[in-house]
């Protein structure tokens, strides 16, 4: 059924190293992607507007036109609840409803349906912000992002909003690095880079594999350096655990409208070792999600060296393989 | 730790070093900066700028930050909630010293940037980063 077809997306930030480097601008960044065959396009706010966090209605229109230049589509305005940017206090509830709001009317006027936000505008805030969602015709969404997993406790209170209120206007943004399992091939070689010893990482991973606790898995090394005791526990607590079950997509699913289909390294043809695409994107399909699956690239936390581009390319790839066999 | 840290190598511009010129006179120099990450930041989220030229350790107090068209003491940069740094805008640190720096040689420039992420604070505590980075920049 053409209705029920899963949707791809990309984020511009997939491309955070060629626009961070120079090597592309805004408009480069939107030609690259929608060469790739892309036609949704979600915008990380933070990073690419000048004047955040008020851009100015010139630059909202230069935006828009751009868009339409490149056949591109606004599907997500990527927002942000910066609670700690101030050194004396926390952003107070009137501080976090204000960018909100003004989130979501920038969002509107540059005809984006979704507006991302993150789980610290609180179930109070999220649901004061129903009635201005309907007004403003956009659908508030919350991330649920590493290291959160749906079973942190306020996850249950969104969900309980969404229920009351419909998700008309509301949603959740799973991305799924809360899914992710093993240290992809990028991670590695930086630790390695940094100064921890390839064999040392590879015998902790072997052990954390077969179960064992981050304490017990450092007991049963030998002469570690300071360096890869840090490196050992960052690898248990990214990727051996507090990660969500791949079954607890099915409950999010519901109120879902848009994915982080976020990655950090693909092989040529390979499925990811590291985010469990092989087991999500079946359950989604099984499911009946006629959402957007949004490709994230977040490789340039760990190397400026890899081609976005290749890498997106790669995992359009994979997902066309994994979810219809071509 | 791994990660986070890939865009250190980019915080000091490959630009040359411009001495601050004031009636015929050096009164110090300067250079430009960016800030080391895929978004930018408010400036009061800077929790330590600490600035070496040749290997000398830069008092705060002979040190200025200058970014959106304004120039700020170090001593303001806690409370700049409302300045954002965007990542394309490279902020200028102006270091006085008498007679600026000599020309006829390259010098050594190392910045660290301790930096809070204002939105990680998933179970309370925000991520800080440690960012550093050092070049041999010219004098133009």
């Known amino acids: 059924m053409a209705d029920k077809q899963i949707k791809y997306a990309v984020t511009l930030y997939s491309m955070s190293c060629e626009y961070f480097t120079g090597k592309y601008n805004l ?42 230049r490149y056949q591109l589509e606004p599907i997500c305005y990527s927002a942000y609840i910066d ?19 003004n989130d979501m009317m920038y969002a509107s006027y540059m005809g984006f349906p979704i507006v991302r936000t993150q789980h610290a505008i609180t179930p109070k805030i999220f649901e ?4 201005y969602a309907r007004k403003f015709n956009v659908k508030l969404t919350i991330e649920l ?5 749906p079973s942190v406790p306020v996850w249950q209170e969104y969900m309980r909003i969404m229920d009351k209120h419909g998700t008309e206007n509301l949603g959740i943004v799973p991305d799924f690095s809360i899914f992710q399992r093993t240290p992809h091939k990028l991670y590695l070689e930086l630790a390695i880079k940094q100064g ?7 015998a902790a991973c072997r052990i954390f594999e077969e179960g064992a606790e981050v304490e017990a898995t450092i007991g049963k090394l030998d002469s570690l350096s300071e360096f890869e005791i840090v490196t050992i526990k960052d690898i248990y607590s990214n990727f051996y655990s507090n990660s969500a079950d791949v079954e607890e997509m099915r409950t999010l699913l519901k109120y879902t409208p848009y994915i982080h289909g976020k990655f950090y390294y693909l092989e040529e043809d390979q499925d990811d070792t590291c985010v469990p695409f092989h087991k999500l994107l079946p359950l989604i399909k099984e499911e009946g999600y006629s959402g957007y699956i949004s490709s994230e690239y977040e490789g340039h936390h760990f190397s400026t060296e890899v081609s976005s581009a290749e890498q997106l390319h790669r995992l359009i790839k994979m997902e066309n393989r994994i979810l219809y066999g071509v | 730790m791994a990660g986070f840290q890939a865009f250190a190598d980019y915080i000091i511009c490959e630009k040359p070093i411009e001495n601050v010129v004031v009636n015929g006179q050096a009164v110090g120099y300067e250079f430009e900066i960016k800030y080391p990450s895929y978004r930018g930041t408010y400036v009061s989220c800077i929790e330590k700028l600490e600035i070496a030229v040749d290997g000398r350790e830069i008092d705060p107090k002979d040190l200025r930050f200058c970014l959106n068209h304004k120039e700020f003491l170090f001593a303001q940069i806690p409370e700049l909630y409302s300045e954002y740094w965007f ?13 600026g720096l000599a020309k006829d040689r390259d010098h050594e420039v190392s910045v660290r940037i301790v930096h809070r992420i204002p939105y990680t604070g998933y179970f309370g505590d925000y ?14």
């Open chain 2, 127 to 140: 991520l800080v980063l440690d960012s550093a980075n050092t070049k041999k920049l010219q004098v133009l």
């Open chain 1, 83 to 101: 609670m700690g940017i101030r050194s004396d206090r926390d952003l107070n509830e009137e501080e976090i409803f204000q960018c909100t709001l």
């Open chain 1, 128 to 131: 004061q912000m129903v009635p």
């Open chain 1, 196 to 202: 921890a010893r390839k064999p040392v990482l590879e």
């Open chain 2, 87 to 99: 990542i394309h805008d490279n902020a200028v640190i102006r270091v006085f010293q008498e007679d």
């Open chain 1, 27 to 68: 408009e480069e960044c939107l030609k690259a992607v929608a060469e790739m065959g892309y036609k949704g396009i979600e915008l990380v706010a933070a990073q690419m507007i000048p004047e955040y966090p008020n851009p100015s209605r010139e630059w909202m229109d230069e935006f828009v036109a751009l868009l339409k």
């Open chain 1, 145 to 149: 992002h590493r290291p959160h997993t």
